[in-house]
Nanobody, 113 residues
Framework: QVQLVESGGGLVQPGGSLRLSCAASGINFRIPIMGWYRQAPGKERELVATITSSDTTNYGDSVKGRFTISRDVKNTVYLQMNSLKPEDTAVYYC????????WGQGTQVTVSS
């Protein structure tokens, strides 16, 4: 089964930027859908962005125009986050969907002055 390893989280001031990365291993085909979800304390996990193997993207309403998802040919997915707001603070989870739905361990993003 595929394993997902995330990196790039941290503390940033409002208005700043961060780039998350997620590398998939243990799979020898291009994952049909990869993406990012997030979960803030006391809230349900929500969609941030997804990208298909043909590079079709989908974004949650709260991040449209600020976040950009991309991927390379080796099943690594990126999330460029600009104009960050305190309400973007959450644990961000990488996601891979094929015959199963696999999740990464999560990386903390904190937006605070």
């Amino acid at each position: 089964q595929v394993q997902l390893v995330e990196s790039g989280g941290g503390l940033v001031q409002p208005g700043g930027s961060l780039r998350l990365s997620c590398a998939a291993s243990g799979i020898n085909f291009r994952i049909p859908i990869m993406g990012w979800y997030r979960q803030a304390p006391g809230k349900e996990r929500e969609l941030v962005a997804t990208i298909t193997s043909s590079d079709t993207t989908n974004y949650g309403d709260s991040v449209k125009g600020r976040f950009t998802i991309s991927r390379d040919v080796k099943n690594t997915v990126y999330l460029q986050m600009n104009s960050l707001k305190p309400e973007d603070t959450a644990v961000y989870y990488c996601s891979a969907q094929y015959s199963v739905h696999v999740w990464g361990q999560g990386t903390q993003v904190t937006v605070s002055s």
